[in-house]
C-alpha cells in the first residue's frame, strides 16, 4: 500500500483523485527563508493544463492552486508546504461505463484486484491529474536549483514518428508550439500527424527529453541510489511511461567501446569531457556535463473506437470509451518531466552537500 | 552518502570493493523457516564468475560464499544474513596507472570529486564484484518466489548489434552458450563479433532481458513505487545499464493507442489479456501476465588501445589500460538483473499482501 | 529538515502551523474497503478540544474536519486520505511579543537557530494544534484496529503530585471528568490543585497512561525497531513529552530479577504471564499480554508571571505571556497518546503479518 | 521483519547471533577521509567485554574486530564500512533446556510466536551479543563528533537502590570501578549489593546517564523526528531497557512550570539557559546547553533460582538457567548507551547541515 511518497530529505507526498474534492502535495524538507508565492506555482501548473490547442482535450481545467502552510509573510518557514487544487465539476456521466468494464490499457482492472474496490468516476490515483502535485513541487524545487545556477530544460523529442532535428533546435519554441517542440517544423509535422490520429479516433505515444545544465559532479550514490536510477525511478513513476534512457541510452548498448567512452580534456582550465555519450553521469554520479534523460510514454489508452474487454464479472464485452481525452500526453507531460527531474535533483544535493561534512573533512586535512 | 541499500521490507545491503579484503551483503527480512544452504547460492554465484569462455576475462575468481549468520540448523530464522565472499590476490599491479589518470567512461574522476578521495586499486564500489552481494540476495529472492510459482528467466537479447532470433529462442542454450543468449546461431554470429572487437582491443554494449512468470495481478504501487519503477531503478543501480524498457518500452512512444492498447479477454475462465505491450504493468500495478523488462548496457569503458585523459592534476595526458577485463559485461550480468528483478518483486510481495489487513477488509465484507 | 512522516507501510504525513490557513494530514496505506465518515473522525478531534473545563484554556476552537480524498461512497479506497481542519481567526495580537523575545520553556529560540526564521504568531509547527492532524490519523488506526479486537484506553494517570487510585478504577470517569482521569476523587483533588495553580498564574505537569488490550504476540522486530522503541519514538514526538516508561519502567531499574520476572502460565489453554512487569513487550516483540505505556508531560510553558528571558537580538530582557494557554495540557493530550499508540501498531501490524510470508513459509511444513 | 537498520543519513545496519559464525555491522554514509584503524574499534569494543570484574561473568570473550571494507590506506573511502567479530567456542550446552522451555523475562516464547523458530542456543538477535554492532558504528560516530568538539560521557547512575551522589562525581572513576560509576563511594556500595544479589542467585537492574556537551543548537525535526524522540527510540532498542528520560524527565510531569521552565540568559555574549531542565532539547530540537539522557534497565532475567515456566508444548513446568550471565548488565551497557547516542546525534548532523542550503539561503538573503 502506501507508495505516494518520494524523496529522502525533500520528501513529496501527493494525494487527490481525478473526481474527488480537491488534489494536493505536503512537501518536507523545503529549505527556510525561500520566497514563494502561489502565482509562481501557478506559473508551472498552467503549463500542464489542458484546452490550449487543438491536440489537446477541450476538458477545462481551470486548476488554481491554495498554499495552506509553510510559507509566512512571503517566505518559507522550512515546515512541510501544503498545496491544494479543488477538483470542479467534472462530467462524470462520461465515465459510467468504466464502472463495469475494464479499459483496455487502462488501470481499472489491476486497481481492482490490488483494492478490491475502485472509484470508478475517473482513473482515480491513476488519473493525469495526480501529477498536480508533483507539478506544484516541482515548482519549488526547479525554484531551488535555480539559485544554484542549476537549469532544467524540458521538451517534447517526438510524437509518434515524428522527430525534431536537433539542427533546428530553437529553445523558444517550446512554449510556444502547441507540442511544446523546440523546432517549429516537425512540430507542424506533429500537429497533422496528431489531427489524423484524431480523425481516426486514435491516439499517439511520444517522447520527452529533459536537459540538466550546472548540476555540479559529485552527485549522486555509487550503488542502489545512482543518480540515474533515481531518475529512471522518478520518470517510470509517470503515468504512461515506459522506457527511460540517460545519454547514449539504448544507442550505448549497440556501440563499441572506442566510440562510447567520453575521453577527459581541460576546458576553461576545469576538467570536462569532449564527448557526452554517459549524459552526464560515470558511475551513478553526475559528472560535471549535462545530464540528459528521455522518458517514452505510450499512447494514451483512451481511444473512441470500440474496443473488446471483459467486464467486472469477468464476461468478455466491449467498450466504447466516451468523454474528452488528450490523444497524446507528452506536450502536457512536459512540465512533469521537468518536475520529477527537479525533485530528484534537490533531494540528491540536500542529502550529499554537508556542511558539517566538510568540517569533519577539514579536520583531517589539515 | 549511504547509498547501498535496497528495499523496504526485504533489504539487501552490499558492502566490499573489488580489491579489499571481502565483498559481502547483509540480507534483513527473508521470511524464517526457509531452507538455505551456502551451495544454493553458490549456483548463483559461479553463474557470474568470469574465466569461462573466450569472450570474457581470464582473470580467475574463485568466489566462495560463507554464511555467517541468519541461518541455524539449515533453516534461515528471520534474523538478517550475512555473507561473504573473500578477495583473492588480485594483481594490484595493473591498475597503478589508475591511480593518477582517469579512465574514460569510468567512475574515477566522478569518486575523485565526490569523496576527494579513492581507493585506486580498481573500481572500489563501482567494481563488476560489488554485483557480488546483489546475486546472493538474489539466490535467496529467487528461492522466495518460486515457492509461490513465481519464476525468473533472464538471458542475453543481444551483444552489440547481433541480436537473438525470437524464433529459436530455446531456454536451455542459456546456460550452455558463452553468450548467454538463448538462440545458438545469434551466440555464434555474437562470439565471432566479440572476437573481432577484441582482436582491435575495443569492447562492446549489449542487452539483458527478463521475463518473470506467474507474478500475481495486484502487485506494486499506483504513484511513485509503481513497479515498472521500481524495476528501472533496480535494472539502472546496476553499473553500465543506460536505459530500461518494460513490455513494447521505446517501440510504444511509436505506436498508437489502437495498436499498443491490449484487449482483456477471458482465458481459462480467468481475465487475461489477448496480447502484452504493457510487459505486465497497468498504472504501475502488476496486471497477471508475464512481465518482461530490458536492461541495456555500455560497453565495458576498459578497452586496450590509448585512450586522451586528464590526470588528478588537471593535466591532460593518455593512458593505456592494461589488466584482463571482459570485453562485454552482458553474458555475466544476466545473472545480476535476473537478481535484481527477483529482490525487487520479494519486497513488493512483503509489502503488498498481508493476512491482517485481509482480516480487515473480510470484517467489512461480512 | 523534514520529520513530518511517520510509519513505515501506514504513513501519517502532518501539516500546518497553529495561525495558518488550515492544518491537516495525509494517511498513505489505510486498507482499501473501511468504512469511513467525518463524523468518526470528529469524535476523535473533539477530545481534544479546548475550552470545555474549568481547567482548559477558554479558547474556542471548533475544529472542523473535510476529508478530502481516498474515500468514496462512504469506503476507504487504498489511495491516501486527506484530511484538513480551517484556523479559525485566532488572537494574533495575543502573541506579538513572542516576535521579539524567546519564550522560556518554549521552542522560539530553537526555531529561529534551525531555520533562521520563525512564524511568530504562534507555536507554528511546535504549537499543540500540531496534533490534530496526528489524532484524525489516530480515528482511522483505531478504527482499523477495532476490527481486529485491539483496543486501546488512554487517560490521566496524575497531574502534578495528584495521582489516580488504581483501586478506584473506574473506565467511565475517563469521558466525565474534567481531567480524564479514571478515579473521580482524584479528578477532584487535580482540579482543586490546578485551580490554584492557575491563581499563582502557573501551571502543571502530568502523566498520561495507555492501556493496549489483544494485541497478538510476535509484534515488533527484535532489534532496532522494538515494539516498544517504536512507542517511544512515538510518545516523545509529542511536544511536552519527556519521559516515557513501558510496564514497570523505572522501578524495574530499581527492582530484582526475581522480582520483575513474569512467571509463565498456561491460562484458557493460551501460554500467558502471571504478571506483566514486562508491559507486554519481551525482547522489541509484544507477548501478548497487555501493552502499558506512560508519557509524562512537562507543565505547559507558558506562565503568565513575569519571566527572565532573552530578545532576538541576544540581550536580556523580561517577558510576560498574554493570551489564552491551558494550565496543564494532560487532559488534552490524552487522546493524542492513544493516536499515536493506534499509529504505531497499525503499522507494525501490516509489516509483520503477510499472508504470502504464510505461504511461503506453509510451503516447507509441508 | 527487517529492522536491524538504524539512520537515515548514516545508516548502521547490525548482523549475527549469539552462537552463530560471527557477528557484524556495516555502517553506511561515513564520511570519506577519515583516519580510521582497528585498534580505535577495539578500545571501544573493550569496554564492553565481560570477565573485568567480580560483578560481570566470568566468561570470556575475547573480541577481536576486523574491517573488511570502507577503509584504504588507513582512512575511510565513504563507502560502506563492513566489520566484524568472530563468535569463539561458547559453552552451547549450558543453553540447552532453553530449546525446550521458555525462560522468563527472555525473548524465547515472543520469537518462537514471531518467528516459529528460534536458534535455542542462545538469544539468539536478543543476546546482548548483538551490541557488539553497536558498539563498533558507536566508535566511528564518537570520533566524527569529536572532530566538531561534541563530546559524549556515559557512566552508571544507579545499580539497584544504590545511587551516584552528584556531589562527589569524577570522571575518572568512570572507567576505573568495576560498576562504571563516577562516585567510588557508591561504587563500593553498588559492588555490595551485587555481591549480595549474587549470593542470593538474583540480578539487578540500573540506570545510565549521557551527557553530550558541544551539540550545536538547531538539532532535531520539530514533528516526528525529534532529537529527543530518536533518542528514545535508539536507547529504548538496547535490550532491557524499560524507560527513558531527558533533562529533569519525570520530575518535570511533577513541577510546576514556574520550576520547570528554563530562562534564558547571555553568557560569554551567547545566548543560554540559567537552568538545564530540558536537557538541552526545546521543541524537539537542540537548544546549545547540554542533552542529558537516562536510559533504565530491568534486572537481567537470567537468575540462578528455579523458576515456573511453560514449555514449547504449552506445558508448565520449571526452569533453572545454568551458564554465565552478569548479575547486573548495567556497566557493561555504558559503552553501549554511549554508542546509540553517538550514532543518533551524527545522523541528524549530517541530515540537518547542509551547506548547499545554506548556499540556497544566502542566496537570498543577499
Redesign the interface.
Known amino acids: 500500500?502506501?507508495?505516494?511518497?518520494?524523496g529522502?530529505?525533500?520528501?513529496v507526498?501527493?494525494?487527490?483523485?481525478s473526481h474527488?474534492?480537491?488534489?494536493?502535495v505536503?512537501i518536507?524538507?523545503?529549505?527556510?527563508?525561500?520566497?514563494l508565492s502561489e502565482k509562481e506555482i501557478q506559473i508551472f501548473l498552467d503549463r500542464r493544463k489542458p484546452g490550449k490547442t487543438t491536440i489537446s482535450t477541450p476538458r477545462q481545467e481551470d486548476d488554481k492552486v491554495?498554499?495552506?502552510?509553510?510559507v509566512?509573510e512571503g517566505?518559507t518557514?522550512?515546515?512541510?508546504?501544503?498545496m491544494?487544487v479543488r477538483n470542479q465539476s467534472q462530467r462524470s456521466k462520461d465515465y459510467q461505463n468504466i464502472a463495469e468494464n475494464?479499459r483496455?490499457?487502462?488501470?481499472d482492472?489491476?486497481?481492482d484486484?490490488?483494492?478490491?474496490?475502485?472509484?470508478y468516476?475517473g482513473?482515480?490515483?491513476?488519473s493525469g491529474r495526480?501529477t498536480i502535485g508533483r507539478v506544484a513541487a516541482g515548482a519549488i524545487a526547479s525554484k531551488?536549483l535555480s539559485?544554484?545556477g542549476i537549469t532544467l530544460l524540458a521538451y517534447t523529442k517526438?510524437i509518434?514518428?515524428i522527430e525534431i532535428d536537433p539542427m533546428k533546435f530553437n529553445k523558444d519554441f517550446i512554449s510556444s508550439t502547441p507540442t511544446c517542440m523546440p523546432d517549429s517544423d516537425a512540430s507542424i509535422e506533429a500537429e497533422k500527424y496528431m489531427q489524423q490520429?484524431m480523425r481516426?479516433y486514435?491516439?499517439?505515444?511520444?517522447?520527452v527529453e529533459c536537459r540538466i545544465n550546472h548540476v555540479p559532479?559529485?552527485l549522486g550514490?555509487?550503488?542502489?541510489?545512482?543518480l540515474?536510477?533515481?531518475l529512471?525511478?522518478?520518470?517510470?513513476?509517470i503515468?504512461g511511461v515506459?522506457?527511460?534512457?540517460?545519454?547514449?541510452?539504448?544507442k550505448?548498448?549497440?556501440?563499441?567501446?572506442?566510440?562510447?567512452?567520453?575521453?577527459?580534456?581541460?576546458k576553461d582550465?576545469?576538467?570536462a569531457k569532449?564527448t557526452n555519450?554517459?549524459?552526464g553521469?560515470?558511475?551513478?554520479?553526475?559528472?560535471?556535463s549535462e545530464l540528459i534523460v528521455r522518458a517514452?510514454?505510450?499512447?494514451?489508452?483512451?481511444?473512441f473506437?470500440t474496443?473488446?474487454?471483459?467486464n467486472q464479472q469477468?464476461?468478455?464485452t466491449e467498450i466504447r470509451i466516451e468523454g474528452r481525452h488528450d490523444p497524446v500526453i507528452v506536450p502536457r507531460a512536459v512540465v512533469v518531466v521537468e518536475s520529477m527531474c527537479a525533485i530528484t535533483i534537490v533531494d540528491q544535493?540536500?542529502?550529499?552537500?554537508?556542511?558539517?561534512?566538510?568540517?569533519?573533512?577539514a579536520?583531517?586535512?589539515k
Chains 1, 2, 3, 4 share one sequence.
Not at 507526498?13 to 483523485?17: A, N, P, Q, V
Not at 491554495?66 to 509553510?70: A, C, D, N, V
Open positions: 500500500m502506501a507508495g505516494s511518497t518520494i529522502t530529505l525533500f520528501k507526498t501527493t494525494w487527490g483523485e474527488g474534492e480537491a488534489l494536493g505536503v518536507d524538507g523545503c529549505p527556510s527563508g525561500i520566497p491554495e498554499i495552506l502552510s509553510g509566512f517566505k518557514t522550512g515546515a512541510p508546504i501544503s491544494l475494464y483496455p490499457g487502462h488501470a482492472y489491476t486497481f484486484v490490488k483494492y478490491g474496490f475502485r472509484d468516476r482513473g482515480g490515483r491513476s495526480e531551488l539559485t544554484l517526438a509518434g514518428p490520429c481516426e486514435d491516439s499517439s505515444g511520444g517522447v559532479a559529485g550514490e555509487p550503488v542502489f541510489d545512482k540515474d536510477a533515481s529512471a525511478k522518478a520518470l517510470l513513476s503515468g515506459k522506457a527511460f534512457e540517460i545519454g547514449d541510452g539504448i550505448a548498448s549497440l556501440s563499441r567501446g572506442s566510440e562510447n567512452n567520453d575521453n577527459f580534456i581541460v582550465e576545469k576538467i569532449a555519450h554517459s549524459g553521469v560515470l558511475g551513478g554520479i553526475s559528472d560535471g517514452f510514454f505510450k499512447p494514451t489508452p483512451s481511444i473506437t474496443q473488446k474487454t471483459v469477468g464476461v468478455e544535493l540536500l542529502i550529499n552537500m554537508t556542511s558539517k561534512l566538510d568540517s569533519i573533512q579536520f583531517y586535512q
